[in-house]
């Protein structure tokens, strides 16, 4: 009997799951070469840049109606657009309705000497003004992969920013003398913060906040907790909790193995090393990543966001006090492969479509 209440509960979650999720999704705007990555200003205009080196405005047209403009905004810097090199993230300082400012990331450089370089400007409404770089990553790296690039605010004002191994020399990732395969920390002047981990360490870049990370490709920080995940090689996709100064074991320790089918460590987990608190194995190919917590979706309420390319979806991960519960499947019948999710104002979710004819989608209830 007790069997049985169990199985009817268990029927009856699935139905009102599946109910919670009647949604359907909207095109916002469509004509994107290769859209990465997605940020609101605060007056719900967005901002969307293009791995090709655009920055593009999406504002309410003449009929009230989300439109994208034409135009580019002028003023963005050039970038190194090849292989996985391009454009990357756009975030907007907490305090834009005051001074306007947004940050942008990018590849900089050649195909054979390249950067992780930041920058920061005043965006009036058509053009970037007053840009700066902020950072550069140290040293160049050659060839044009894993340059990671999405960056997060901390509650303390500074900025999270993820830097990929360059898929070069691996063991890049553990080597405090590089930003390669690394988190990090920097103020949004570009100066590192007096408490980041490793600044008493002889010949470590002080901007490092933790090591250890093969190609992350999202951050989102959730109630002053930063989370990340990183691409794998052959599985060992990872969500990991970000905590200042440890080390997530790239490539020392993994749930995958190398493209080649050949082992790249022994070691899954190891002392010292932070295991992931998700490991998808095989990979799914995580790309954006929110937090929501909005008006619209109450059943989605309280879970990671991840947008994935080759199994075209969004993870939903749910999270209660920290720990991961059983995730759903979604957006998969839309047959894209995924670069970004973000969550509305409104409490809509938004994505991007990884495209030569990319698209913001909104999702939105379907009742
Ligand atoms: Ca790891």
Redesign the pocket.
Known sequence: MKHMAALIAGALAVVMSARAADYRVETVASGFDHPWSLAFLPDGRMLVTERAGRLRLIEPGPDGRARLRPEPVAGVPAVLARGQAGLFDVVVDPAFAVNGQVMLSFAYGTPEANHLRVVRARFDGRQLREVQPIFTSQPAKAETQHFGGRMAWLADGTLLLGMGDGNVERTDAQRLHTHLGKMLRIKPDGSVPTDNPFLTRPNARPEIYTL???HPQGVVVVDGVPYAH?H?ARG?D?L?RIEPGAN???PI???GIDYTYARITPYRTRAG????LV?WTPSIAPSGMAWYDGALFPAWRGSLFISTLKEGSVRRVPLAKGSPGPQEVLFQELGERIRDVRAGPEGAIYLLTDSANGRVLRVVPSR
Do not use: A, F, S, V
């Open positions: 250890g990370h093969r990183e794998g060992g990872e990991n997530y074991g790239w320790t993994t749930g090393i932070e295991p992931p490991d």
